[in-house]
């Protein structure tokens, strides 16, 4: 009689943590559809997905919100800077009907006699890249505002006749300069006609290079902020 012990059961490789459980019997149609499923969900969870990290999306909203609302305001700036006038438009003393025939965002001297009532900006120039303290100065005798650095122009004082040169932009009521407007007929009391104009000293054609850096700089952060998304969104897609 042999002594020889029983071969022991055969061993079932033990399943990668995850994947489906193997078929334990062969030709059940029920125990079939159950396994069919289980590896159907099995194949959905590893399935590849496209995915962006919502702090993305947000430095991307805000770089566009900042641009807009710091560069857009100074489109006109940007167009003075690259226009070709190649001389200023005279304007003699700076009279109504001489103003009528000059549009905005004309390179222009004019002849005038400062008055004694002036408004100071402080702060940010709104619609611009400049900082105050900024002064606007009337003209007498003409509808016209001056405005100037004082600390690059110390003598634009009250009643100094001068020539000056410089960017000639509106002075209405829904102009960037519409709250220095309401200071100066609200609070000083001073009359300012419907048709007033300013005129920006020191800007000329080519003078303000850095309206032209600011906005490459602006476009070039929208494009990086933009780029890193749509290449997430768009790219081969993470596991």
Known sequence: ????????????????????????????????????DELAAFVRRQRPRRSVHPVRVVLA???????????????DELAFHLSRQAAPTDLLDG??????????GTWARVNVVLGNKAAEIPEWRKGSLRMGPIEVREVVGAPLFIEFDPKAWPDLDPFVQTDVEGRLVSFGPDSELGEVRG???????APVPATARALIVGERPGGQPQY????????????????????????PPST
């Open 183 to 189: 200071y100066f007929s609200d609070r000083l009391r």
């Open 95 to 104: 009279s109504a009907p001489v103003l009528a025939r000059v549009p905005d």
């Open 212 to 235: 032209l850096t600011a906005w490459i700089g602006g476009v070039a952060l929208l494009v990086l902020s933009w780029t890193s998304v749509l290449r997430r969104l768009l790219g």
């Open 1 to 36: 009689m042999s002594t020889d012990a029983p071969p022991p059961p055969p061993t079932v490789p033990a399943l990668a943590a995850g994947a489906p459980p193997a078929r334990r019997s062969a030709g059940d149609p029920e125990l079939d559809r159950e396994l069919d």
């Open 61 to 75: 909203v805000a770089a566009t919100f900042a641009v807009l609302w710091i560069l857009v305001p100074t489109t």
